[in-house]
Antibody
Framework: QISLKESGPTLVKPSQTLTLTCTYSGFSLTTSEVGVGWIRQPPGKALEWLALIYWDDDKRYSPSLQSRLTITKDTFKNQVVLTMTDMDPADTGTYYC??????????????????WGKGTTVTVSS | DTQLTQSPSSLSASVGDRVSITCRASQSVSFYLNWYQQKPGQAPNLLIYATSNLQPGIPSRFSGSGTGTDFTLIINNLQREDIATYYCQQSYDTITFGQGTRLEIK
């Protein structure tokens, strides 16, 4: 059974660095075309994609947050870690990690996020 | 970045109705458009990938269509368990989501 679980602090102070860990099971992040990403959702608002790391260590970041984000993986521990620096109250929300996969159709290689963790809530407040 | 605009932002429909949600991209995303359902208090769930392909386990009353900049999610025979917020997402370039469509039952 495929699952992902987010963990990390529930409360951080402004200007601090947030470190979140995604522990996954039931699949391998060494398998070709597999990735794990992070998505967040402020209270009552829409989803926002943050970062993604692929099986081959290719990393992608949201352009608007790139300077504050770092994503890494440890395939021995089955973990993906996201760090976000200089936290602000506007960063308050639920943070999800999720598996990304791809497939091939006549128009090209398509990507989708098929399994999500339940999310972890982060509040930024002094 | 490619912006996605969903309409309507919210809608109310009756059980058994046919519901349509549209997603318009600021530039062509070809067929690289996915739909997710998020029920209150839960993580999003993949409904449709690559415009029109139903994720295994998703009821056949859900369907998707479109290409380029205009996409549609259709829910036939609306059920109470379909109460949720629906998001489109493009993966043509930097991943972006629409702002969501909140679906309520009359």
């Amino acid at each position: 059974q495929i699952s992902l679980k987010e963990s990390g602090p529930t409360l951080v102070k402004p200007s601090q660095t947030l470190t979140l860990t995604c522990t996954y099971s039931g699949f391998s992040l060494t398998t070709s075309e597999v990735g794990v990403g992070w998505i967040r959702q402020p209270p009552g608002k829409a989803l926002e994609w943050l970062a993604l790391i692929y099986w081959d260590d290719d990393k992608r970041y949201s352009p608007s947050l790139q300077s504050r984000l770092t994503i890494t993986k440890d395939t021995f521990k089955n973990q993906v870690v996201l760090t976000m620096t200089d936290m602000d109250p506007a960063d308050t929300g639920t943070y999800y990690c999720a598996r990304r996969r791809s497939g091939l159709m006549w128009f090209g290689t398509y990507y989708y996020t098929d399994v999500w963790g339940k999310g972890t809530t982060v509040t930024v407040s002094s | 970045d490619t912006q996605l605009t969903q309409s309507p932002s919210s809608l109310s429909a009756s059980v058994g109705d046919r519901v349509s949600i549209t997603c318009r991209a600021s530039q062509s995303v070809s067929f690289y458009l996915n739909w997710y359902q998020q029920k209150p208090g839960q993580a999003p769930n993949l409904l449709i990938y690559a415009t029109s392909n139903l994720q295994p386990g998703i009821p056949s009353r859900f369907s998707g269509s479109g290409t380029g900049t205009d996409f549609t999610l259709i829910i036939n025979n609306l059920q109470r368990e379909d109460i949720a917020t629906y998001y489109c997402q493009q993966s043509y370039d930097t991943i972006t989501f629409g702002q969501g469509t909140r679906l309520e039952i009359k």
